[in-house]
Nanobody
């Protein structure tokens, strides 16, 4: 059974940075893609970034391109989301995710609040 544990959220001022971590067990991240989603209050959960299993290719939603970087440490089986130049509109609960056996598996979420 895949398990994902999110961490690293917090309160940061506009223009600041945070690094989120997604510690994975139950599968090898070099074999399956991992995604970061976010959900702001009253809004739908949106895909933020993806890193593929084979090759580690990365994809981003337009609003975070150039500011966010998804990466992974295969020996640690951990995926990261480095977030720079944060804006108030980045405020949300962030979740890591994978799709396996036709099912979505989610982390518990970590709150990111960007406010002065």
């Amino acid at each position: 059974q895949p398990q994902l544990v999110d961490s690293g959220g917090g309160l940061v001022q506009p223009g600041g940075s945070l690094r989120l971590s997604c510690a994975v067990s139950g599968f090898n991240i070099s074999n399956y893609l991992v995604r970061w989603y976010r959900q702001a209050p009253g809004k739908e959960r949106d895909l933020v970034a993806t890193i593929t299993g084979t090759g580690g290719s990365t994809y981003y939603r337009d609003s975070v391109k150039g500011r966010f970087t998804i990466s992974r440490d295969v020996p640690k089986n951990t995926v990261y989301l480095q977030m720079n130049s944060l804006k108030p509109e980045d405020t949300a609960v962030y979740y890591c995710n994978t799709l396996m056996y036709g099912r979505h598996f989610w982390g518990q979420g970590t709150q990111v609040t960007v406010s002065s």
